[in-house]
């Protein structure tokens, strides 16, 4: 059960909040403008820094298989904290994209279950080192 605020009990609390407020937007990085290129298949995001930060769309949760034109009308949200694309009922918080992190636990869950099945020369490489030494080696619990 969850109890409601009272009016006074808000207004008490609204220094606090803006101070946590204030102190995010100036060390968490937020978004000035942020475009999709379609050349590159990237979302570009300047940060109110003058930073750029750009991503491949196709790693964003609800982003993969977007049209070029819906990818195209990505809008920044009030103070710079996310990303939204309306058409596609798409919204990204830029610390996350900043820090790595394109969507939900389970979508980053995917994208590295991706990755780790991709198929390389390199990988392909290593697998034929690892068999010429006898395999991958034990654990020591099964030794």
Avoid at 28 to 38: I, L, N, S
Avoid at 58 to 70: C, M, N, Q, W
Avoid at 75 to 88: S, Y
């Amino acid at each position: 059960m969850t109890s409601k605020l009272t009016d006074e009990e808000i207004l008490a609390q609204l220094p606090a909040a803006r101070e946590r407020g204030r102190i995010a937007a100036e060390t968490e990085p937020r978004a000035r403008t942020a475009r999709y290129q379609k050349s590159t298949g990237r979302v570009v995001v300047e940060l109110s820094n003058g930073c750029l930060f750009a991503f491949p769309a196709k790693l964003g949760e609800g982003l993969r298989g977007a049209s070029a034109a819906d990818l195209a009308k990505v809008e920044v949200l009030p103070g710079g904290a996310g990303l939204h694309w309306e058409t596609l009922d798409v919204d990204l918080g830029v610390p996350g994209l900043v820090a790595g992190i394109f969507g939900s636990k389970r979508w980053m869950a995917e994208l590295g279950r991706a990755g780790g099945s991709a198929k390389s020369s390199a990988k392909a490489a290593a697998a034929r080192e690892n068999g010429r030494k006898g395999g991958r080696p034990k654990g020591a619990a099964r030794a």
